[in-house]
């Protein structure tokens, strides 16, 4: 029998890791929209980052230069090895997660999830590297040429 995740799960647990991947798919990777709103922005960090019992001041680097990416990559492996494998890992994180929200243990240590709660960030086409030198640091990549404005 072939099943649709490689084993077999009740239907609503289907229905909500295919919202989940389609969600992921849709998100338009650093491709931030014109104006963001910064207050928006730091209540999802803050938001996300309470959810594993952590505060953190929030620091924006935009991204301008051939330096600033080598920086970007360079923040992303000292915190996560490499930004890519981080967004990779939350992601299976998250997946992982919403096969397990239900249960009552997990409520009770997350009562408001975990990793997917980092995907309006990205959503937002920013690039969060996560907690360095006890900031939460955001990469903002430019609009086609311009910056977004954050205010």
Known sequence: MEYKYNQKLPKEVEDKLDAFLERIKAIKWFQP?????KEEVEKE???????????AGIEYRELKTEKDWASARASARASAW????ASAWASARAIENILVEDLPDFKEKYPNG???????????????IGI???????YVPPVKT??????
Request: charged share 20%; proline share 6%.
């Open 45 to 55: 960090v803050n938001f996300y980052l309470s959810c594993f019992g952590f505060t």
């Open 82 to 85: 490499a930004s890519a494998r």
């Open 33 to 37: 929209q014109a104006e963001i709103n």
């Open 132 to 138: 360095i030198d006890g900031k939460f640091v955001i």
């Open 146 to 151: 311009e910056f977004p404005v954050i205010k």
């Open 114 to 128: 975990t990793f997917k709660n980092i995907i309006p960030i990205w959503e937002k086409g920013l690039y969060p």
